[in-house]
């Protein structure tokens, strides 16, 4: 970007970038005509109507024809206009609320004052967010404390960012360059100051970046070490309490339907995973009872993240709109195949030294 010219409309940067720009162009001159016209007739009429001595106007006839034509096209045209902007904006809104399936997941804490950013491979970064360009981008967004909302102007795209919950904003970056972060939710003192940058860079570069990672190892590996830290796995992952079922097996649940002890169904999801580690005995499975304590409080949102993408590497189902297990991230195409045991360790060489 370089030079700070004034800039009447952000970058285009996105692939619904454009598509934005249009709707709002249409936007701007259905609002300047009407204007225009009715300031106008506004003029035009006082003139032409104005009292001219004592003269006294023709009664109006109530059942002309010319009034009820008039009438029909005044209303008509007005109503053609605007389910245009209906239809126009709802189209682009479903395209900006649903992610493409084999999109790259990045995830995304927002906390007083600033952006947390998580990548799958075990990159950190904060105020700072490093995306391929030219690739389907999925953020998976949540708030440590109030709430904020994520924009990236130059990708025409927002969502807000709740504590307690996972919102998802997906973008197709199409110019390798730098383009402001804003938190676009009034959130206390230094809200203003809650900015950061969007660097789009070619795959290669990419890739050297990622690879310069935290040396932490994957998400789903340090998701790995907190489940066993915090002593999940003692049932979880303990064969003798899956053969006398007290703790329902996570190996390729994730993405399933699960059904529930008061007989309703669930889908496996982030929500779902995270809701049950903060309040396990919201929804329990059929067949097991309430004896899981709450890690409420013992958990951060990072934790629950890397909790989430380590269950989701013990076997997502086919179908489901994710992920990138490790391993799938790195050789760019590929997606994990049903079934796979995708608990592999991310392949050697992408998994980082120190930064
Ligand atoms: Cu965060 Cu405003």
């Given at each position: 970007m370089?030079?700070k010219?004034?800039q009447?409309f952000?970058?285009?940067?996105?692939?619904?970038?454009g598509?934005?720009?249009?709707l709002y162009?249409y936007?701007?001159l259905?609002?300047?005509?009407?204007?225009?016209l009715?300031a106008?007739?506004v003029?035009?009429f006082?003139?032409?109507y104005?009292?001219?001595?004592?003269?006294?106007?023709?009664p109006?006839?109530?059942?002309?024809?010319?009034?009820?034509?008039?009438?029909?096209?005044?209303s008509?045209?007005p109503?053609?206009l605007?389910?245009?902007?209906?239809?126009w904006?709802?189209?682009?809104?479903?395209t900006e609320s649903?992610?493409?399936a084999d999109?790259?997941?990045?995830?995304?804490?927002g906390k007083?004052?600033m952006?947390?950013v998580q990548?799958?491979e075990?990159a950190?970064?904060?105020?700072?967010?490093?995306?391929?360009?030219?690739r389907?981008?999925r953020l998976?967004l949540?708030?440590?404390d109030?709430i904020?909302?994520f924009?990236?102007?130059?990708?025409?795209?927002k969502?807000d960012v709740?504590?307690?919950?996972?919102?998802?904003e997906w973008f197709?970056?199409t110019?390798?360059?730098q383009?402001h972060?804003f938190?676009?939710?009034?959130?206390g003192?230094k809200?203003?100051g809650m900015?950061?940058?969007?660097y789009v860079m070619?795959e290669?570069d990419?890739n050297?970046?990622?690879?310069?990672?935290?040396g932490?190892?994957?998400?789903a590996e340090q998701?790995?070490?907190?489940?066993?830290q915090l002593?999940c796995g003692t049932?979880?992952a303990?064969?003798?309490?899956?053969?006398?079922g007290?703790c329902?097996?996570?190996?390729?649940?994730?993405?399933?339907t699960?059904?529930?002890?008061?007989g309703?169904?669930?889908?496996?999801?982030?929500t779902?995973?995270?809701?049950s580690?903060?309040?396990?005995q919201a929804?329990i499975?059929?067949?097991y009872d309430?004896?899981?304590?709450?890690?409420k409080?013992?958990?951060?949102e990072?934790?629950?993240?890397k909790?989430v993408?380590?269950?989701?590497?013990?076997?997502?189902k086919?179908g489901?709109?994710?992920?990138a297990?490790p391993?799938?991230m790195q050789?760019?195409a590929?997606?994990?195949?049903?079934?796979?045991p995708?608990?592999t360790?991310p392949?050697?060489?992408?998994v980082?030294?120190?930064?």
């Amino acid at each position: 970007m370089g030079e700070k010219s004034f800039q009447l409309f952000p970058e285009v940067a996105s692939s619904i970038a454009g598509q934005v720009d249009a709707l709002y162009a249409y936007l701007v001159l259905v609002s300047a005509f009407f204007s225009l016209l009715i300031a106008f007739l506004v003029v035009f009429f006082a003139i032409k109507y104005r009292k001219r001595g004592n003269e006294v106007p023709e009664p109006m006839d109530e059942h002309s024809i010319g009034g009820m034509v008039l009438e029909i096209v005044w209303s008509v045209i007005p109503l053609g206009l605007s389910m245009v902007m209906f239809a126009w904006g709802a189209s682009i809104f479903f395209t900006e609320s649903r992610p493409p399936a084999d999109s790259m997941e990045i995830f995304v804490t927002g906390k007083q004052w600033m952006w947390k950013v998580q990548h799958n491979e075990g990159a950190r970064e904060i105020n700072e967010l490093h995306v391929p360009v030219n690739r389907d981008i999925r953020l998976t967004l949540t708030s440590e404390d109030v709430i904020h909302d994520f924009y990236v102007p130059a990708f025409r795209t927002k969502t807000d960012v709740l504590p307690g919950r996972y919102t998802t904003e997906w973008f197709r970056p199409t110019k390798v360059g730098q383009y402001h972060i804003f938190c676009a939710e009034y959130c206390g003192t230094k809200h203003s100051g809650m900015i950061g940058t969007v660097y789009v860079m070619n795959e290669a570069d990419y890739n050297a970046w990622l690879g310069a990672g935290s040396g932490e190892g994957s998400m789903a590996e340090q998701g790995q070490a907190l489940f066993n830290q915090l002593g999940c796995g003692t049932c979880h992952a303990s064969e003798i309490n899956k053969q006398n079922g007290r703790c329902p097996n996570l190996n390729g649940l994730f993405g399933t339907t699960v059904d529930l002890k008061d007989g309703s169904k669930v889908k496996m999801d982030e929500t779902y995973i995270r809701e049950s580690v903060l309040y396990p005995q919201a929804k329990i499975v059929a067949g097991y009872d309430d004896i899981m304590p709450t890690f409420k409080g013992l958990v951060t949102e990072d934790g629950l993240l890397k909790l989430v993408e380590y269950v989701k590497s013990l076997g997502p189902k086919n179908g489901t709109q994710t992920s990138a297990t490790p391993a799938a991230m790195q050789t760019s195409a590929s997606q994990p195949k049903a079934g796979t045991p995708a608990r592999t360790a991310p392949q050697a060489g992408t998994v980082p030294g120190n930064r």
